[in-house]
């Protein structure tokens, strides 16, 4: 799987867009750019996938750059509940879900009030 | 769908005791269910692949015969830590591989605390 960069932490202000980058720059063209989120003491959850075009959903979207080596996921009005460690995973496309996921060590957003 | 309930949600106990750890598919049926543990601050690690009806695989430095699993049935998977220590106090996840290689689900977890 190609190696991810992700900011250690970044915060917030509630109400506000979280935006949240990952450097994916080795990634090559099968691979699918994915973002799970881990709410303290809880499992992770599931959030967004994208292979090159833009993703929207009802939880954030997703925003892969033209030449794909880096994307952007966007929370638009972040809430206190949204505080979390944010994992940005790239996983081939023809891989469908033989192995486990492999986790970075993520960005861990603090939303303030 | 692709639900998974994970219990307890937390335990503690003494040194040398075992503990259980449960993780069920209530929707479907999973063949097989990956196991992390995740120490704080970190990240989760994958510490082993439980398939149904055959034996547990395990990542490099897991001790197969400390952490016992059992997948028995296609809906219930488990996970026993035999003669905790309490570096083995760790926060402990299920997730079931599905067809699909988005939208993996995961157990609640389990925080393990060794005393």
């Known amino acids: 799987d190609a190696k991810t960069t992700q900011p250690p932490s970044m915060d917030c202000a509630e109400g506000r867009a979280a935006n949240l980058p990952c450097n994916h720059s080795t990634i090559s063209g099968n691979e699918y750019v994915y973002w799970y989120r881990q709410i303290h003491s809880q499992g992770p959850q599931y959030i967004i996938h994208?292979?090159?075009n833009n993703e929207t959903n009802e939880m954030a979207s997703l925003i892969i750059t033209e030449d794909r080596k880096s994307s952007t996921l966007i929370l638009p009005h972040a809430t206190l509940r949204d505080t979390a460690v944010y994992y940005c995973?790239?996983?081939?496309?023809?891989?469908?879900?033989?192995?486990?996921?492999?986790f970075g060590s993520g960005t861990r957003l603090q939303v303030q009030p | 769908g692709a639900v998974v309930s994970q219990h307890p949600s937390w335990v503690i106990c003494k040194s040398g005791t075992s503990v259980k750890i449960e993780c069920r598919s209530l929707d479907f049926q999973a063949t097989t269910m990956f196991w992390y543990r995740q120490f704080p601050k970190q990240s989760l690690m994958l510490m082993a692949t439980?398939?149904?009806?055959?034996?547990?695989?395990?990542e490099q430095g897991v001790e197969k015969d400390k952490f016992l699993i059992n997948h028995a049935s296609l809906t219930l998977s488990t996970l026993t830590v035999t003669s905790a220590h309490p570096e083995d106090s760790s926060f402990y996840i299920c997730?079931?591989?599905?067809?699909?290689?988005?939208?993996?689900?995961f157990g609640s977890g389990t925080r393990l605390t060794v005393v």
């Open positions: 994208g292979l090159k």
């Open positions: 997730s079931p591989k599905l067809d699909r290689a988005y939208g993996y689900t």
């Open positions: 995973i790239v996983r081939p496309s023809a891989d469908t879900g033989r192995r486990a996921l492999t």
């Open positions: 439980s398939n149904e009806g055959s034996k547990a695989t395990y």
